[in-house]
């Protein structure tokens, strides 16, 4: 999988603040609508929301990866967030979320997309790499650093 | 005289102290154990170097018994009545039906390549016919992963029930080949009935007495675990004498009183398990030296072929059709057939036929033995590999370093353990008060760079700090759950990679986790929620079991008291 094919320099963004894990997932939604625009922000915030029923997409030390299957979506669409302040996500080691990727994969040909996903949740699980995505100064750095990432820096 | 008594002294010291130091060596060659003092005994014996003749089947009878009693008993006082949830049904199966098929499929084959009557083929093949998981277990311990649960408890339970079952067929054949024309089916049975009926009764019956007079006596405290021990001979040699299985009745009695509250527990269960080394390294010698090595070697061929027809072929038939019922994974029960070691129950037993005088007796001391050999040989050595290559390791959930039982004055159920926290705990910089523990349970000891620090001193938790706790029993599992979050970045990802991304809630509807996933479910499951999903697909679940649905799978993280905890979805991978 490359990155770049996932995800786009305008659907990268730092410094927000938080109150709720809902508004970040609206905002995430948002963000994501930029790369999948033949579907309504809306319909995305569902998908996302409805996986977080089912569980908490935190992946522990600070990272979630909120995800959704999608009619309308062309390929995986990525999307990327770095909370000013860590927010509390319910995951299971019980500390707050301040690196969000969010992923939306097509309704069909899933395996392709699920390891897709599998990737994103294995490249964030680099406790090395998320401290620089946590030092990089601004969005263009934190997209060039995303698109640089290769397995066991 | 005392010469005499100076030379087994001198020896028997000389003998054990080579075990114990060979205990230190090999673990690290994964030879096992058993087959270390094995050799160690032969050494010393008659073809050896210790040139010491030795060849009083009475006397090894006698020592094999007692230490055979002991170490049942023990390992019924190990055995906790969780692990009966998912193994006591298979492992009843194997100990019963298992070992029977085990018995006709060696016992025929026997007969034919030995040139024996059926009888004495039988003979044979019941000897062999009972497993000895300990050597496997201790083979297994000491690594970064473990077997799923539900594997350990079927070895555990089976190695301790089937003993009985394979002394009873022997002294069964051994009572046809002493009267051949008397001997009926209906006294086989009544055998049996009386046999597994009085020791299962009086095992009861004694484990619940001793249970109690531990309770109510009172005793200078080293005493307690003597105390145990003789009430377990006693109650071995009462039901022998009333015609019960005194295997059967001491290993249900170490049962009772392993799993009750009983006191003194921690001092007894510490005393009999040097006990039950003891008579373990001391049977094996004695039976290294009893044997005539210069004899196998006529016999090696035939020994041999019998030995890997009882691996290859017996002890696999004898799995599949007794878990047959239980629906067992292939790989699962590929394992317990190559677990079916054989140890020191078949040596102890091929005695019997010596000091009954059966016909053939020598030959099939010596068959028994090198079949012995042969098993804790390939299989021994090679049980960690056969797990790694059945894929049937999950990885180890946990940093607990140490536990040690205490005994409260007035109160049982309560440990002393310590845990050491790793470089990247979640809980470094927290302090130790702010650490997730309940009331009963609490922090006695906080070790720093070798020392015990006073309570001002505890600060904030640093990496590399051991943390003792005296906890509740019942509060160990949780325990170990706040004390592994976030373990070092190789074993995150080995977990991770076999525990699943994402945690699912158990509470989540079924239909939902399809939607998200894109997986199709059967009609009958679409009102269900995930946990009612994986239950009714997997019923009796174990930690690290899974569930495929489409491309994903769902993983068994967690379990407690035999309830469902915890589930994650993996996901698939390049």
């Known amino acids: ?153 | 005289m005392m010469d005499f008594v100076n030379q087994i002294l001198f020896a028997a010291g000389l003998l054990f102290l080579v075990s114990i130091l060979a205990t230190v060596i090999t673990p690290r060659l994964g030879v096992p154990l058993l087959f270390v003092f094995i050799i160690i005994g032969m050494i010393a014996g008659e073809d050896g170097p210790g040139n010491i003749h030795f060849a009083d089947f009475r006397l090894t009878n006698l020592a094999g018994t007692a230490a055979l009693a002991v170490i049942l008993f023990d390992g019924g006082m190990r055995t906790s009545f969780k692990t009966f949830r998912v193994g006591l049904g298979p492992a009843l199966s194997l100990a019963t039906v298992g070992v029977l098929i085990t018995m006709l499929v060696v016992g025929w084959l026997s007969s034919v390549v030995l040139d024996l009557p059926l009888a004495q083929g039988m003979l044979l093949g019941a000897i062999v016919s009972s497993t000895d998981a300990a050597a496997v277990f201790s083979l297994l311990s000491n690594r970064t992963v473990s077997l799923n649960s539900r594997v350990t408890s079927v070895l555990e339970i089976e190695s301790g029930t089937n003993d009985p079952m394979a002394v009873f067929l022997t002294l069964g054949v051994i009572a046809y080949l002493q009267s051949p024309d008397t001997f009926t089916a209906q006294q086989f049975l009544f055998l049996l009935v009386e046999h597994m009926g009085i020791g299962g009764v009086l095992g009861l019956a004694g484990g619940w007495l001793l249970a109690r007079a531990l309770n109510r006596l009172q005793l200078n405290e080293s005493l307690y675990p003597v105390f145990a021990l003789f009430s377990c001979f006693l109650l071995f040699g009462l039901t022998a004498l009333l015609g019960g299985s005194g295997f059967l009745a001491v290993y249900l009695a170490g049962l009772l009183v392993g799993n009750r509250k009983v006191r003194a527990l921690a001092s007894i269960r510490r005393f009999h398990d040097g006990i039950a080394w003891m008579a373990q390294i001391g049977m094996f010698l004695i039976l290294g030296l009893l044997v005539s090595p210069h004899k196998l070697l006529t016999i090696a061929l035939p020994a041999l072929l019998i030995g890997l027809v009882l691996i290859l072929a017996a002890r696999p038939l004898a799995v599949v059709i007794s878990l047959l019922p239980f629906r067992f994974p292939w790989r699962e029960q590929a394992f317990i057939s190559w677990v079916g070691l054989r140890g020191s129950v078949p040596i102890v037993l091929a005695t019997f036929p010596w000091i009954a005088g059966i016909e053939n007796a020598g030959l099939i001391f010596n068959i028994a033995f090198f079949i012995v050999l042969v098993s804790l040989l390939l299989q021994g050595w090679s049980v960690p590999l056969a797990a790694q290559m059945l894929k049937l390791y999950i990885p180890r959930t946990g940093a607990r370093v140490k536990r040690l039982e205490v005994d409260l004055p007035g109160q049982s159920g309560y440990e002393i353990v310590s845990y050491k926290l790793p470089v990247d705990s979640s809980h470094i910089g927290r302090r130790p008060k702010e650490l997730p523990i309940r009331d009963h349970s609490r922090i006695i000891a906080v070790t720093r760079s070798g020392h015990l620090l006073s309570y001002r001193e505890w600060g904030v938790l640093q990496a590399g700090d051991f943390v003792s706790l005296l906890v509740a029993e019942t509060d160990l599992e949780r325990l170990d759950t706040v004390f592994k979050a976030k373990r070092q970045r190789a074993d995150a990802a080995a977990s991770r990679q076999f525990f699943g991304e994402f945690e699912i809630s158990l509470e989540a509807a079924a239909k939902d986790l399809a939607e998200s996933y894109g997986v199709k479910l059967p009609e009958s499951t679409a009102e269900f929620n995930v946990g009612q999903l994986v239950l009714k697909f997997l019923p009796r679940p174990v930690v690290g079991d899974r569930l495929r649905l489409g491309h994903i799978e769902l993983v068994v993280r967690r379990m407690e008291g035999g309830e469902l905890r915890e589930i994650g979805v993996r996901l698939p991978r390049e």
Do not use: W
């Not at chain 1, 990525?78 to 097509?106: I, N, S, T």
């Open chain 1, 1 to 153: 999988m490359k990155l770049n094919e996932i995800l786009g320099a305008d659907r990268v963004v730092s410094g927000g603040t938080y109150t709720s894990k809902k508004k970040v997932l609206e905002d995430l939604a948002r963000l994501l609508n930029k790369g999948a625009s033949g579907v309504d922000a809306n319909d995305i915030l569902t998908s996302l929301s409805s996986r977080e029923k089912l569980g908490s997409t935190g992946l522990g030390h600070g990272v979630a990866i909120p995800h959704g299957r999608m009619g309308g979506v062309e390929g995986s669409v990525g999307a990327f967030m770095r909370l000013k302040h860590p927010l509390d996500y319910e995951a299971h080691d019980g500390l707050g979320v301040d690196l969000v990727f969010g992923l939306l994969v097509p309704q069909n040909a899933t395996e392709a997309h699920l390891k897709h996903l599998a990737a994103i949740a294995e490249m964030f699980s680099d406790e090395v790499f998320c401290k620089k995505l946590r030092e990089a100064g601004d969005d263009a750095s934190l997209f060039a650093l995303l698109n640089s990432f290769k397995p066991g820096n």
